[in-house]
């Protein structure tokens, strides 16, 4: 199982950036899917997640301006960022669980400058 994400980059402060992910390899759905980012210095956290069955979740962090979806079909989410600040930079990770095994995806930068 593979997962690629794609979609990171540089943006202006107040900006939006979608980010997309598909999990390969698998004709299984994954279970749940999200994703993490992390900045330099600091640990990998959670910003969301999305079930198999819809239901979401949003760290407080992002909650209002980020948007979890998913093409339950083809194992792909994706992430609709608005209102983009500074402290949203960092590498952007997508990860799944399948039959209770995670799997991870490479990581997007995602920049936001003010």
């Known amino acids: 199982v593979q997962l690629q994400a794609f979609g990171g980059g540089l943006v202006q402060a107040g900006g939006s950036l979608r980010l997309s992910c598909t999990a390969s390899?698998?004709?299984?759905?994954?279970?749940?899917m999200a994703w993490y980012r992390q900045s330099p210095g600091n640990q990998r956290d959670l910003v969301a997640s999305?079930?198999?069955?819809?239901?979401?979740y949003y760290a407080d962090s992002v909650k209002g301006r980020f948007t979890i979806s998913r093409d339950g079909n083809n194992n792909t989410i994706f992430l609709q960022m608005d209102s983009l600040k500074p402290d949203d930079t960092a590498v952007y990770y997508c990860t799944g669980v399948r039959l209770g095994k995670p799997y991870w995806g490479r990581g997007t930068q995602v920049t936001v400058f003010s």
């Open positions: 390899g698998t004709a299984i759905s994954m279970n749940i």
């Open positions: 999305i079930e198999h069955g819809g239901s979401t």
